[in-house]
């Protein structure tokens, strides 16, 4: 290699330069004052000839002499201010020839208050500063870039205009905040880019942007600059009429679907976005569901993870579409008065050596100790939640998705991971906390945080938490010290009832306790009754397939479950393919089984779901005191010897309805119940109706009371009790 001498910087800093070693670029690049002269440094190792073009002078270009071999040039401006502004004109070696400022002309932009502010951990809006954003600066368009990391040597953008050289595109280190910068104009958006991050061990690596807003997927993992400001929406209503939403008193009867398996096309390629809108949209309208919640979306690499080993926390994936097209997907939901709830994944993050794993040559986002810093069961890495700028990334990302996206509700993956340091671990595979006990004081501030910040910033959304312990106080507010979230999941009500409906119906008596018990503490959190997919996979079958009995018995035992579910408080979730009687697991690699709609057992099993949904939405009874005992009331669970429960639902405004819940293929004739008050008690729901695929055991539309004194109430109704079927009556005013 070749060097020559350059009047403003020694020839061996020239040398680490051109060898990738520097660590501060605009020391040796762009203008620089020597004595009354500037001195114009430039390296593009794919030049043939540099001409620094001045704006005041355009029609005299200086031409840079060639200082080093690899593409280093030196032009002298004679008695020129360092803020002479200029282009270079690059005549490159392939014959094309580019006009562009130069990229280490520009001072600092970032500025203080932002930096200040994520190094405190309380930038909201840091998606709009971090990552890469088409942008303006004086009269020059292209493409800012920022990127935090603390203990790097060098960090370089790298990417398809500057063939993937990190000597190229070196950033700028803003040393009060370890963030990196650099402005390059004339990039436009679609280009694919990288960091080069040279660590202090000299160890170099090559990672995805953690803001990047769109992503490669699959072993293709570059980042693609993407502008977030070009989609116009078109749910002004929707989003305006959810300020004002009092969800915990509001009906929530949510569709979990997984969008790639979900349904795809004839060879088994898996719909776009764009498709997703016009087929799964109308699909989950006609079944009469209020929300879609969608397992992660965000880019990550491995299917088997179902998007919950995230790489790339800013942008959906790409295997659907471009973001707008998501958003087109959200958008027309909205419109159309669905809402769409996203599970967010801040729990963990994969080891994949392109993402947040030891980003910055340090464990920058997750600990340092494997016994804080990685999930055993999962082979995945811990965030800390301890470090400010940690707890921004995620928080800010949350508001990312409620902000750029539009998104109704975030639904918390694997909270209670996230609250005990000893979860799924043995003694002395923990550290204790200050105070020597389990809880993880920093997860736990982080969640709150998270919830109050995006309750305040975006009124009418809801957080949910999927927490399988007892933690206390999870959707109570954090003033009244809670975590602050919405909901939680009632993992404790589907174990229990699952169990249950596993158990043949001739045992169920001897396991009464497994559903009254749900009762004893449904009103302590604001639930959510969940038949997820977790319950479906790994060889736990299919809801369908947990069932007893023979095909007729399983598919009335499903009926009856799901009808009863409806009826016990708390808003509602079912995992796509429950509502059909999917026979097989779920397998996330091809579609669901929808050839079995044509069988009239699984279509009626669909008709009854979207009975449920139509009647749940109608009757406030089933939903607007779902956080209160006020809104529920036993009628009778001691008749364990016939399997039978009984209880009433009521609404603000008086309405009563009564369930009564047969877990035996025995029909019950003349049963006799007591109820509140005289009237007729029309039929609402019958789950062994023949429409539904049931043997039509029922009560003629409904019975009218009689003055006739029973289990402590003054009136009383004698009704049919269908086999293995679950009966609303609703008391007609």
Request: charged share 25%; proline share 5%; hydrophobic share 40%.
């Amino acid at each position: 290699m070749k060097t020559f001498e350059i009047a403003g910087v020694p020839r061996d800093e020239v040398r680490r330069f051109v060898t990738g070693l520097h660590s501060d670029p605009f020391r040796v690049l762009g203008p620089h004052k020597v004595g009354d002269d500037v001195e114009i440094r430039v390296f593009c190792p794919d030049a043939r000839a540099i001409e620094i073009v001045l704006d005041r002078e355009p029609d005299k270009p200086i031409l840079a002499e060639r200082i080093d071999e690899e593409g280093f040039f030196c032009a002298t401006v004679p008695g020129a201010e360092r803020e002479i502004p200029y282009s270079l004109r690059i005549r490159k070696r392939d014959g094309s020839e580019e006009l562009m400022r130069d990229p280490y002309q520009f001072g600092p932009i970032l500025g203080d208050i932002d930096l200040h502010l994520f190094s405190e951990g309380q930038h909201w809006k840091i998606y709009e500063k971090f990552g890469a954003h088409l942008r303006t600066i004086g009269d020059a368009s292209g493409v800012y870039f920022a990127v935090w990391a603390p203990n790097a040597q060098r960090v370089s953008v790298v990417g398809d205009f500057n063939n993937w050289d990190g000597r190229v595109s070196p950033m700028r280190k803003l040393l009060s905040a370890g963030v990196w910068e650099l402005f390059l104009p004339n990039l436009k958006q679609g280009a694919h880019y990288k960091f080069e991050i040279r660590t202090q061990t000299g160890a170099v690596l090559l990672k995805s942007d953690p803001f990047a807003f769109f992503s490669q997927h699959g072993k293709s993992t570059a980042s693609l600059v993407y502008d977030l400001e070009r989609y116009t929406w078109s749910d002004a209503e929707w989003m305006e009429a959810r300020q004002k939403k009092n969800w915990p008193q509001s009906p929530i009867s949510t569709y979990e679907v997984h969008l790639g398996s979900w349904r795809r096309k004839e060879d088994n390629q898996q719909l776009t976005y764009l498709e997703l809108a016009d087929t799964l949209l109308p699909y989950v309208l006609e079944m009469g569901y209020t929300h879609i919640e969608l397992l992660p979306v965000a880019e990550h690499p491995f299917e088997g993870s179902w998007g919950y080993q995230v790489t790339n926390y800013y942008a959906p994936t790409s295997r659907f579409g471009p973001p707008d097209d998501f958003r087109h997907f959200i958008d027309k939901c909205h419109q159309a008065g669905i809402g769409v709830i996203m599970d967010w994944v801040p729990a963990h993050f994969p080891k994949d050596a392109h993402a947040l794993a030891e980003f910055d040559g340090t464990h920058l986002f997750e600990h340092m100790d494997p016994r804080q810093g990685e999930h055993q069961d999962w082979g995945t890495l811990i965030f800390n939640y301890g470090r400010n700028e940690v707890r921004n990334f995620l928080i800010g990302n949350a508001l990312f998705w409620l902000d750029k996206y539009h998104i109704d509700g975030l639904r918390v993956d694997a909270v209670a991971s996230m609250l005990y340091l000893d979860y799924s671990r043995k003694p002395g595979q923990w550290v204790p906390n200050i105070h020597g006990g389990r809880e993880n004081l920093d997860a736990i501030y982080f969640l709150k945080r998270f919830n109050e910040v995006c309750y305040e910033s975006f009124p009418g959304i809801i957080t949910i938490a999927e927490e399988s312990t007892a933690w206390p106080g999870v959707t109570r507010p954090t003033y009244l010290g809670g975590l602050g979230f919405g909901f939680k999941w009632n993992m404790g009500w589907m174990h229990d009832f699952l169990h249950y409906m596993s158990i043949d119906p001739v045992y169920r008596r001897y396991h009464h306790g497994n559903i009254t018990f749900s009762l004893l503490y449904a009103f302590h959190e604001n639930f959510i009754l969940v038949l997820s997919h977790d319950e479906i996979v790994y060889g736990k079958r299919s809801l369908l397939s947990k069932m007893p009995g023979d095909e007729w018995q399983k598919f009335a035992n499903l009926r009856m479950f799901l009808a009863w579910m409806y009826g016990h408080p708390g808003k509602k979730l079912v995992f796509m393919g429950g509502e059909f009687g999917q026979s097989n697991e779920w397998n996330h690699d091809t579609q669901l089984d929808w050839e079995l709609l044509e069988l009239p057992r699984n279509d009626g099993l669909r008709r009854l779901v979207q009975h449920l949904n139509y009647t749940y939405k109608q009757e406030p009874a089933f939903w607007q005191l779902d956080n209160t005992y006020d809104g529920f009331d036993w009628i009778d669970f001691h008749d364990a010897d016939n399997s039978v429960v009984s209880f009433l639902r009521k609404s603000r405004d008086g309405d009563i309805v009564v369930f009564i819940v047969n877990a035996t293929p025995v029909v019950r004739y003349n049963y006799r119940l007591g109820v509140p008050e005289p009237g007729f008690y029309r039929e609402l729901i019958n789950s062994d109706a023949e429409t539904y695929g049931g043997s039509n055991v029922g009560n003629l539309g409904g019975v009218q009371s009689e003055a006739s004194e029973w289990m402590g109430r003054e009136h009383s109704i004698l009704i049919h009790l269908p086999p293995l079927a679950t009966v609303a009556l609703k008391l007609e005013k």
